[in-house]
């Protein structure tokens, strides 16, 4: 075998070769931006996808957050009102009787009518009244 050597061609800033011509100028008013011919699009489309992904997760689950929050609320209330008028306890005690997962439910009382309202912000709202013998009966949805 000859001719065939096993070496590296030489490097260019070492051969004696001509040197490459200058990059050319680029005016100042584009210095700094990328470009804008689809290769490189950034990251608000990424944003906005996300964006409309999450609005149209929202739209559909939506009646199921107001769903639960219907059915904690009433709970809420219903439970609050046994604990204060059945029980004789203070409504701050009465929220330590809650679930785990409800800390959102908050629960107010209205003393004159013996009514606790239980709710959860911006989606729900319900009450529940005390009826002596009865106990606490939960008031229609509004």
Same mark, same amino acid.
């Given at each position: 075998?000859?001719?065939?050597?096993?070496?590296?061609?030489?490097?260019?800033?070492?051969?004696?070769?001509?040197?490459?011509?200058?990059?050319?100028?680029?005016?100042?008013?584009?210095?700094?931006?990328?470009?804008?011919?689809?290769? /490189?699009?950034?990251?608000?489309?990424?944003?906005?996808?996300?964006?409309?992904?999450?609005?149209?997760?929202?739209?559909w689950k939506f009646p199921?957050?107001? %769903?639960?929050?219907?059915?904690?609320?009433? $709970?809420?209330?219903?439970?609050?009102?046994?604990?204060? $008028?059945?029980?004789?306890?203070?409504?701050? /005690?009465?929220?330590?009787?809650?679930?785990?997962?409800?800390?959102?439910?908050?629960l107010s009382d209205d003393?004159?009518?013996?009514?606790?309202?239980?709710?959860?912000?911006?989606? %729900?709202?319900?009450?529940?009244? $005390?009826?002596?013998?009865?106990?606490?009966?939960?008031?229609?949805?509004?």
């Amino acid at each position: 075998m000859t001719g065939v050597t096993n070496t590296n061609p030489p490097d260019p800033a070492t051969a004696d070769q001509k040197p490459s011509a200058p990059p050319p100028d680029v005016p100042p008013h584009l210095r700094g931006r990328r470009r804008r011919d689809g290769k /490189s699009g950034g990251w608000l489309p990424w944003v906005i996808g996300f964006g409309v992904l999450l609005a149209i997760f929202l739209v559909w689950k939506f009646p199921s957050f107001k %769903a639960q929050a219907e059915l904690g609320s009433a $709970y809420a209330a219903r439970v609050g009102c046994s604990c204060r $008028y059945v029980q004789g306890r203070s409504l701050d /005690s009465c929220q330590t009787d809650f679930e785990p997962g409800m800390e959102i439910v908050s629960l107010s009382d209205d003393p004159a009518t013996k009514t606790v309202t239980g709710s959860v912000p911006l989606l %729900a709202s319900r009450s529940a009244r $005390y009826a002596g013998a009865s106990g606490c009966l939960i008031g229609p949805a509004n």
